[in-house]
Structures are given as structure tokens and as C-alpha cells.
């Protein structure tokens, strides 16, 4: 079991990670409430995907 930073490329291991299969574990902390928000903002009726692409505010 490692830690989510382990799968960047600043350390060997991320190598052998990208050829497992790995699944992340939560710990039900922030992760998962940040998650749920990003979910709620882009199911919004309002939200405009292209907004920041086009540099709108």
C-alpha cells in the first residue's frame, strides 16, 4: 500500500505502478467531499465548459 504520491514520476516506484494494476484507496477525508462538489458544479444547468477556455469569466 503506498500513498497517492507515489504515483508521480519523482520516484522509482511510479514505474511499476503504471504497469500494475492499482486501485486507489480514500479515506473518506477531503478527497471524497472535493469530488462530490466538482460532480454538483458540472452538473449545474449554468455551468459553461468553455468558459475559461475562451477566457470568460
Known sequence: MVGVDAYTDLY???GLMQDALCFPL???GNMG???RQL???LRSP????MAS???RG
Open 53 to 55: 477556455a475562451e477566457a
Open 33 to 35: 467531499v472535493r469530488r
Open 26 to 28: 480514500y479515506d473518506g
Open 12 to 14: 522509482p516506484l511510479a
Open 46 to 49: 449554468d455551468y459553461d465548459a
Open 39 to 41: 460532480h454538483a458544479l
